[in-house]
């Protein structure tokens, strides 16, 4: 099975638990990415998931 077929799996069954209702798809997809990250003990923090523009490297001009 794959990482995608896990996450399908888990979205359908909080969609069913949710009630099967007919808006909002893609957050019980969201939820379910967030569930197998955390089950994995990925860092699914806000914190971490911002982005951050990287540093040049020291003596090289940023333009």
Request: positive net charge.
């Amino acid at each position: 099975m794959t990482h995608e077929d896990r996450i399908r799996e888990r979205a359908y069954a909080l969609w069913e638990r949710a009630g099967s209702p007919k808006t909002h798809s893609q957050d019980f997809w969201r939820k379910a990415e967030r569930e197998l990250a955390e089950e994995r003990g990925l860092d699914v923090s806000q914190q971490s998931a911002s982005v951050t523009r990287p540093v040049p490297p020291a003596g090289t001009l940023a333009r």
